[in-house]
């Protein structure tokens, strides 16, 4: 009944003349009553507590499962046995190198798409050395480029917890070309 009264009356104010502000308070307030009256059909998108879900999925002939909920685990470290393994990251990296790079020559067109490639072989690569049950968001940088007699330094620069975030690097040289791999082994909780 409160709903209709409410309603009645921002008709009543909407042929008045009030400010913005108010009528959007009200248009807000519909809104959020209309989605809560909506989200209780089959088919619709809930959007309460900021998740969205849609009831769509429960149509079938097959039993009705319940929803995974996950409990926060609070830890805030890794455990012993849980640490990044730099020195298997550095080995995945080299094998990765050494098997995709040695008759390679440097060219500028194809450079990028190599350097794709490699990108997401290591990642991939490494993420299963890690197994499924990893705290670690791993991010891999590969650089290439031409060998002509200069100088090359490759730096970066890293906002991280140093007892836990772990970090691991591989220099590739041929007559052609050099190509520096990083993994970067970030914890998160």
Not at 2 to 15: H, S
Not at 54 to 61: K, L, M, P
Not at 96 to 111: A, E, H, P, Q, T
Request: hydrophobic share 30%.
């Amino acid at each position: 009944m409160a709903l209709i009264v409410r309603f009645e009356d921002y008709k009543a104010n909407l042929n008045r003349r009030t400010s913005l502000y108010t009528t959007k308070r009200w248009q807000d307030a519909i809104n959020r009553v209309s989605l809560n009256l909506k989200s209780t059909r089959k088919g619709s998108i809930s959007t309460r507590g900021g998740s969205f879900h849609s009831d769509s999925e429960d149509i079938g002939d097959g039993p009705k499962q319940p929803a995974v909920l996950f409990e926060n685990t609070f830890q805030l470290e890794p455990k012993d046995d849980q640490k990044f393994p730099t020195k298997k990251a550095e080995d995945v990296i080299k094998a990765i190198f050494n098997s995709n790079l040695r008759d390679k020559k440097y060219n500028s067109d194809s450079s990028k798409n190599l350097t794709t490639n490699l990108t997401e072989l290591i990642r991939t690569q490494v993420k299963q050395e890690l197994g499924k049950r990893n705290r670690f968001k791993i991010v891999v940088l590969v650089i290439i480029g031409s060998m002509e007699g200069q100088g090359v330094r490759c730096a970066s620069r890293c906002l991280w917890y140093p007892q836990f975030d772990r970090f691991a690097t591989y220099s590739y040289y041929n007559e052609h070309l050099f190509a520096v791999g990083t993994v970067y082994g970030v914890y998160y909780e």
